[in-house]
């Protein structure tokens, strides 16, 4: 784990209630430029609550949030973009009717002229996303296409391609590629690897262990609103996580179920041993069992409902 | 790099298909209007053609009808691209005619006795206020424009009718012409123009004059983009840091002027106003924008479609008239051309939301 100076974002003991319900509680993690930190949790795991609580839309009720290694109080997401924090949304990023090149500068448009002649400077626009697309390997066909066209795949990887052109230091991205298909959500990972090469602090959420795997270089698991894991990708193999997300005992159970209702079905049957070989083939963790590093609460301390 | 077969070329990419002359106008929303153009104007050069459809008198009657709806359809078009409507904008229309001829009335009829200078400024402040009023309202209340604004259709249209007759007995107000400073205004906005024998109003080059600034703000301003923006996501709008509440306040007052200048230059044209002038005109304005490929979702249209819109709109009543079709027809056709547009806009969208 990397000294707590050279962290872009860093929390300490952050919580959020509202009323009497416990949306996160003690969340200590650090995010460092360059690098890919990827928060993995399931639904309701309380992942949604902690990154609208790092892009500013909601202030937290305890606990500390710090930038460049001061603390700071976020009131909106204007706020948290202003140091250069920004959020891409999985459904909140384009307009589909608008052309790629008027989305990418929407809100920012460069002008030339002055005064009443002050105009939108169309040949810079078109010119500085063809540039800043391909920079990120994203390889557009026409910048006169409306957004409405392209895959779900390009248009995550075109609003990160703005975002990292407006400045951002930090990406949060929520659950870019839930919502796609195996091959376009390569193409979104590659783009987080690129965002990451051009030293960009890249958190990455997502419930899926085999897309933050290959992107990610530290691994943050939510559990119940608190952490449950805080590992570097030395300390954690691909099937740890999985197990970690999932709950190795709640997997366990899973098989069992699925071995009564295969028992008639010889295929599904095979299946099923096969996924009990993986659960067991996976070593216990000793992260998991004994925390070192982070604070590690188990699920007994989440919400109570 | 990860390996690709092929770099992204900085000119041309072998995706992209050349497209022809007419799948790139197919992407424009004006395309239904150009069409509708045509169409009309051709079924009337045939059935009309001993009435001289195909002539300069009836161009210039056509044109004549078209610029006042024109110019108020431009504006609509720049709302609704914003995602908003205005119905009120006939209500206010009648209000600020009357403003005017209220203003310049003498004192003994129950007027304030103005010239006409003062009264064109009292008239587009009046107006403004009540565009700011209808913006205030959609923006505070976060209920639907269409709601807001049959609401002001109605309390402006009668604050104008219930004024008028309080102040000066009368629904109509007239002899705009003895007014000091008529003549100024005569000549910017109530003059013809006389081509091959035709009379054509001047109030047809403020309408070109508005459409081509519209349309340039559209496409070629940050306001433009915004308008866009608003329209097509405001969520998506907002967060990027668009001003989505003054975007759409600033096209509520837009509207309103729209209507204020319809109504002083009318007034100077007819020299005279009536409580009743107006009425409707919210509904042509909007399918005149309609027609012309604006999306009633918001998001998509242009003001130069709005433009060919309101042409449409002054052909297919020119053409009825020196038809002498009987004018009971008139709204069939009206109504029939609306559809088609809607039907054919809706279409084109799906074509261009997933190509």
Redesign the interface.
């Known amino acids: 784990m990397s000294t707590d100076n050279d962290a872009l974002i860093e929390t300490r003991h952050l919580s959020k209630y509202f009323g009497s319900v416990i949306a996160i509680k003690d969340i200590s993690m650090l995010v460092h430029p360059g690098r890919v930190t990827c928060l993995l949790g399931d639904n309701g795991a309380g992942k949604s609550t902690l990154i609208k609580t790092l892009s500013g839309v909601y202030e937290p009720s305890e606990g500390e949030y710090l930038c460049d290694g001061e603390e700071m109080h976020l009131k909106s997401p204007r706020d948290a973009l202003a140091r250069g924090i920004a959020t891409v949304y999985q459904d909140l990023a384009m307009i589909p009717l608008l052309s790629i090149w008027r989305n990418f500068f929407l809100g920012s448009e460069p002008t030339k002229g002055w005064g009443p002649l002050r105009r939108f400077d169309v040949k810079k626009a078109k010119e500085i996303t063809r540039e800043e697309l391909s920079k990120m390997g994203i390889d557009i066909r026409d910048p006169e296409q409306a957004v409405g066209t392209l895959s779900g795949g390009e248009r995550q990887s075109l609003a990160i391609a703005r975002a990292v052109y407006f400045g951002a230091r930090v990406l949060i991205l929520d659950e870019p590629t839930a919502a796609l298909g195996v091959k376009q959500a390569g193409v979104v990972l590659r783009y987080i690897v690129k965002a990451k090469q051009r030293g960009v602090a890249v958190v990455f959420i997502t419930h899926n262990p085999h897309h933050a795997f290959p992107v990610g270089d530290h691994f943050v698991i939510l559990r119940r609103g608190s952490v449950f894991g805080d590992f570097s990708k030395d300390e954690v193999t691909l099937e740890h996580l999985v197990q970690m997300m999932a709950g190795g005992a709640e997997l366990d159970t899973l098989t069992h179920e699925l071995e009564r209702v295969a028992a008639d079905d010889p295929d599904l049957r095979r299946a099923v041993a096969e996924l009990a070989q993986e659960v067991k083939a996976a070593p216990q963790l000793p992260g998991a069992a004994e925390p070192s590093s982070p604070p590690v609460t188990d699920g007994e301390a989440g919400p109570e409902d | 790099?990860?390996t690709?077969a092929t770099e992204?070329t900085?000119d041309r990419?072998e995706?992209?298909r050349r497209v022809g002359g007419i799948r790139k106008l197919l992407d424009r929303p004006e395309l239904g209007a150009i069409a509708g153009l045509i169409v009309v104007w051709v079924f009337f050069a045939i059935i009309a053609a001993e009435n001289n459809f195909v002539g300069m008198a009836t161009t210039a009657s056509i044109l004549n009808r078209a610029a006042p709806l024109g110019i108020l359809a431009v504006a609509v078009a720049l709302l609704m691209i914003a995602g908003e409507f205005d119905l009120s904008i006939g209500s206010i229309l009648g209000f600020s005619g009357m403003a005017i001829m209220i203003a310049v009335t003498p004192v003994d009829a129950g007027g304030l006795g103005w010239s006409l200078m003062p009264a064109v400024i009292l008239a587009l402040v009046l107006a403004l206020v009540t565009g700011l009023i209808n913006g205030w309202l959609v923006i505070v209340t976060r209920l639907p424009s269409f709601i807001i604004t049959l609401g002001t259709l109605f309390t402006f249209r009668g604050l104008t009718i219930a004024i008028t007759r309080l102040r000066t007995n009368r629904t109509q107000l007239g002899n705009l012409d003895e007014v000091p400073g008529y003549e100024f205004f005569r000549s910017y906005f109530g003059r013809d123009f006389e081509i091959l024998g035709a009379h054509f109003s001047i109030s047809i080059l403020w309408w070109i004059a508005f459409t081509a600034l519209a349309t340039?703000m559209l496409?070629?301003?940050?306001s433009?983009?915004?308008i866009?923006?608003t329209g097509?996501?405001p969520?998506?709008?907002r967060?990027?840091?668009?001003p989505v509440r003054r975007v759409k306040i600033a096209l509520f007052l837009t509207t309103a002027f729209a209507a204020f200048f319809v109504a002083m230059s009318q007034a100077v044209e007819f020299t005279g106003a009536d409580t009743l002038r107006g009425t409707r005109r919210e509904f042509e304005a909007i399918i005149a924008a309609v027609v012309g490929g604006c999306?009633l979702t918001g998001?998509?249209g242009s003001a130069i479609g709005a433009a060919l819109g309101a042409l449409i709109f002054a052909m297919v009543q020119q053409g009825i008239v020196i038809t002498g079709i009987d004018g009971d027809w008139y709204q069939v056709f009206i109504g029939v051309v609306l559809l088609a547009a809607v039907i054919f806009n809706n279409f084109i969208?799906r074509k261009?939301?997933?190509?």
């Open positions: 790099m990860a690709t992204p900085a990419d995706r992209v340039w496409v070629r301003t940050r433009g983009n915004w866009f923006g097509g996501a969520d998506a709008a967060a990027v840091g668009v999306l998001g998509y969208r261009a939301a997933s190509r």
